[in-house]
């Protein structure tokens, strides 16, 4: 098996994991020195260029896990380090080892990651099962691989009509299929569950509630939104009748969240959102029992029911939507944070709303991406598949 040999010495891994520690807002303590050993001086320095730039927290972790793995696959593929460009032979020859047929794979063993290679990334515990990659990865590590090029002042040869068609070709002879982050969405009845499986009074069930009904009734938004959102973006406004048609009905709570930085938005680009009605009371009565006025939203409260100041971190959204999954008696397995989105923009197809005043409140920048969920509500909904019953 050929193992991943790194080149450095003790003191040059030090080094570079004290750089990383300039990072410390963005990447896990735990994984720096992991990072440091596989990273050159370069890669160290172009991440910390990248961060004085200002990049995204989540486009800064994606980034660092890329070129780790990008490293790391290249010491094994060729046992030389990640050359920079790389030239457009190397590209190929990771698209070969990461999209192929496994059907062709058993008539020919050479077809595909060689088994070296993949034992080799396995031991580093950068990969997960012997098989082809999905597409969306493949293409995600293309244009990370691109990105980190053009940051070092280079020209790679991304755009080079052979790569751009032995990518078209690989992508289509895949056989896997696209899979949604999140397997189920949770819609309207789905929350109703959750919002029961944490109805007690205990703090961390009052702070639940609030995440659960912010994160979905702000338009589904992002974990990584919901574990930076802080007090200082929360705008209280006017509040609103109940029925926008008749302003005679009862009056509703109002607040805007000014959304700042996020995946398809800039931190200066005036984006938000608005939270009426019971989101607004749920999250007011979470700010006020826990005696928060400035900083984090959503903290961190250990075992003992103490609220900590530091905020919650994108997994640990994940890891309380599936906690309160498996207390409502649902399958985790079929759940993610992402499911808050999706199941957003689903409702929002049920009840008719018309898809650009969804996208207004969930953010997205693709009509294509959005009219997906609009388009299964449609075919449910629809009789077409109800020809024979």
Known sequence: MRAIRTISSSTDVLRRAEALDALDAVLPFDRREFLAELLSDGDVETLRHLAREGIGENSMRALASDLAYLEAWCQAATANPLPWPAPEALLLKFLAHHLWDPARREADPAHGMPEDVSAALMQAGLLRSSGPHSPSTVRRRLSSWSTLTQWRGLEGKFNAPGLRNATKLAVRASSRPRLRKSAKAVTLDVLGELLKACAGDRLVDVRDRALLMVAFASGGRRRSEVSSLRVEQLIEEDPVPADPDDPDTALLPCVTIHLGRTKTTEADGGASVLLIGKPVATLEDWLARAGITEGAVFRRIDRWGHLERRALTPQAVNLILKRRILQAGLDQREFSAHGLRAGFLTEAARR???????????????????????NDAERRNGNAARLIV
């Open 352 to 374: 008719g709303i018309p898809l650009p005043e969804a996208m207004q409140q969930s953010q997205h920048r693709s009509v294509q991406q959005a009219s997906r969920y609009y």
